[in-house]
């Protein structure tokens, strides 16, 4: 079976088609995002306020959206989700370009960005076992995780020369252009799926149907144990790249932002080898196993980051970082896909988003906070040692290690 299998599939490839053209938005939209606020603030404070707004929603929101997903046909939800963001870039397109645009209207739509994704997300990753068939979903997986990938890659570059031809008001233009592209592709399958059961109405089933999907979650050690080891995976693991990396390559590497660049890519690259790779195969064995054997080799190549490395070295670590941890994400969502019933998966994929992502802010925080009174070198060799430990906890519970 090849890489590309899924897209064999009708309904899969105008989903696909129409992700990948977001993603690519998505990528544009940041760039222009940062370039206004840079422009006309020239604060990091400010930017990192628009994070939180688009963060925050998404976190509060998450349990609600994945009973949405769950209770309402998912092509219908992310439907919306896509006409309603294109339309509030669009907005924010207009007040760029009549030199109108206000620091408190990226707040305004960022918000609201990050109200939608928390319907969308958990939607998405139940529409699409229901659409493809079981074989297909490694090729599936991999080809989502590709497509965003590839986007993060081409997407900055992209974006930068829409923002130097024709503003950032162009470039928030051709994002909701993305979004509308999105939409479209969604449209044939209307129809082809739907909610998975007739449900009742009111706070009251909805407080029920959250309950449902907590106890399927609790009721499964290997999807509790990974779901709060992973919250604690994003302040070891994410907390480094996001917040020291960047010092790492200033104070260790003395080079500029254009090496800092090169290793972001390197990331995304990685993680295009695991999507390729895992790809091609049909049946995944012993995949508990292998996807925190992933997770390990994440561990032990962010350790090396604080070592004195030479940048050669050290960009060939990143690309393995960016394999292995793509290689447990994809074997993760194709469990969760295979494993959790239909009627429950939009439920159980926002409680994993939720739980995974709680700590995120956490780990900015103390990232911050180390690499300041230690060193970029030293909160990389922390990280990585204490991910490392928290692999082998998991290791420990024989759900994990027999999970196939």
């Known amino acids: 079976m090849t890489f590309v299998g899924a897209l064999r599939h009708r309904s899969f490839a105008w989903l696909w088609t129409g992700q990948a053209i977001s993603r ?15 422009e006309q603030t020239g604060s990091a404070a400010v930017m990192g306020t628009v994070l939180i707004f688009s963060f925050t929603p998404m976190l509060l929101f998450l349990l609600i959206g994945g009973v949405a997903g769950d209770r309402l046909p998912r092509v219908r939800l ?21 030199h109108t645009l206000q620091i408190w209207h990226l707040y305004v739509a960022s918000t609201v960005f990050g109200l939608l994704d928390a319907f969308f997300q958990p939607a998405y990753t139940a529409l699409v076992p229901e659409i493809t068939p079981a074989p297909m979903l490694p090729s599936a997986n991999s080809l989502t995780s590709l497509s965003g990938q590839l986007s993060n890659i081409a997407g900055p570059a992209i974006g930068a020369g829409i923002v130097a031809a024709g503003g950032t008001a162009l470039a928030f233009a051709v994002d909701s252009l993305s979004f509308f592209l999105s939409a479209a592709c969604l449209i044939p399958l209307i129809g082809l799926a739907q909610a998975p059961r007739p449900v009742g109405h009111g706070a009251r089933h909805m407080l029920h149907d959250l309950r449902e999907g907590i106890r399927a979650v609790l009721a499964s050690p290997w999807l509790w144990i990974t779901i709060a080891l992973a919250a604690l995976f994003n302040i070891t693991q994410g907390g480094p790249f996001a917040v020291a990396l960047p010092f790492l390559v200033k104070d260790s590497l003395h080079a500029d932002v254009g090496v800092l660049g090169l290793l972001y890519s390197m990331t995304s690259a990685g993680a295009v080898l695991s999507a390729l790779w895992l790809g091609r195969a049909t049946r995944i064995r012993r995949r508990g196993l292998l996807a925190y054997l992933g997770l390990l080799a994440g561990s032990l190549t962010t350790l090396m980051l604080g070592l004195p490395l030479p940048l050669p070295v050290i960009a060939v670590v990143i690309l393995m970082n960016g394999a292995a941890i793509t290689i447990f994400g994809l074997i993760w969502t194709n469990t969760l896909q295979e494993l959790v019933p239909r009627a429950l998966l939009g439920r159980v994929a926002s409680i994993d988003l939720l739980g995974s992502f709680a700590l995120v802010p956490i780990g900015y925080g103390l990232a911050g906070w180390a690499t300041d009174l230690l060193g970029p070198a030293l909160v990389f060799i922390a990280g990585g040692a204490l991910t490392c430990a928290l692999v082998l906890v998991g290791l420990a519970h024989p759900s994990i290690r027999n999970l196939d």
Do not use: E, K, N, T
């Open 24 to 38: 690519l938005g998505d990528s544009i939209h940041r760039v222009a995002l940062s370039w206004w606020v840079l």
């Open 78 to 98: 992310m439907l919306g989700s896509d006409l309603l963001r294109g339309g509030v870039v669009a907005i924010v397109a207009v007040l760029a370009a009549s």
